[in-house]
C-alpha cells in the first residue's frame, strides 16, 4: 500500500496527473523494455485520493506486481520497492518530501482495501476514485485440456 503526499496544493486532476506520471516513472525504472517498449508488464494499481486536513489532496494506492515479472530480464536495482517507490515520486517537480510518503506491504488486503475506501461512503465519495489511475493487468485466458485416455 502506497501513500503519497505532496508539499504543494493540487486539485484532483492535478494530482491525478502527478500519480499517472509517477507510475509510469516506476514501471519503467522496475520493469525496463518490458513496459516502455512492449508494453508487457506494469504495475496493478488502484488509486483513491483523499483530503488532508488542511483541505489539500493525497493518495492512496494498492499497488501490486504482476507475477508475470519473473519470466522478464527486469531492471536490476540493489533498492527495495520502497525506497524506489518514494524515490521516484520526490524526484517529480512537486516538492514532495520522502518523511511525507509512506510504502508498505498489504498484509491484510481486506484492511487496507477498507482503510483506502473510508472516504467513499456514499454515492458522493466515489468521485474521489481516481479512475485515471487504475490499472488491472490482462489475464491471458488458459483453456483447460482434458488429456487423452
Request: charged fraction near 20%; include cysteine.
Amino acid at each position: 500500500m502506497v501513500t503519497l503526499t505532496t508539499k504543494r496544493r493540487y486539485d484532483s486532476l492535478g494530482l491525478t496527473k502527478l500519480v499517472d506520471e509517477w507510475q509510469h516513472r516506476l514501471n519503467r525504472q522496475l520493469f525496463g523494455t518490458s513496459y516502455s517498449r512492449h508494453k508487457r508488464v506494469r504495475l496493478a494499481t488502484y488509486a483513491v485520493q483523499e483530503l488532508n486536513y488542511n483541505q489539500g489532496i493525497h493518495t492512496h494506492l494498492l499497488v501490486g506486481i504482476p507475477e508475470a515479472t519473473s519470466d522478464l530480464k527486469p531492471n536490476r536495482s540493489a533498492l527495495s520497492f520502497e525506497i524506489q517507490a518514494i524515490q521516484a515520486w520526490c524526484a517529480l517537480d512537486h516538492g514532495g518530501r520522502p518523511a511525507g510518503q509512506d510504502v508498505r506491504p498489504i498484509t491484510d488486503f481486506m484492511g487496507a482495501y477498507r482503510y483506502i475506501h473510508k472516504t467513499v461512503r456514499d454515492l458522493g465519495g466515489v468521485d474521489n476514485i481516481d479512475v485515471m489511475n487504475l490499472h488491472i493487468p490482462s489475464v491471458e485466458p488458459t483453456v483447460p485440456t482434458l488429456a487423452a485416455g
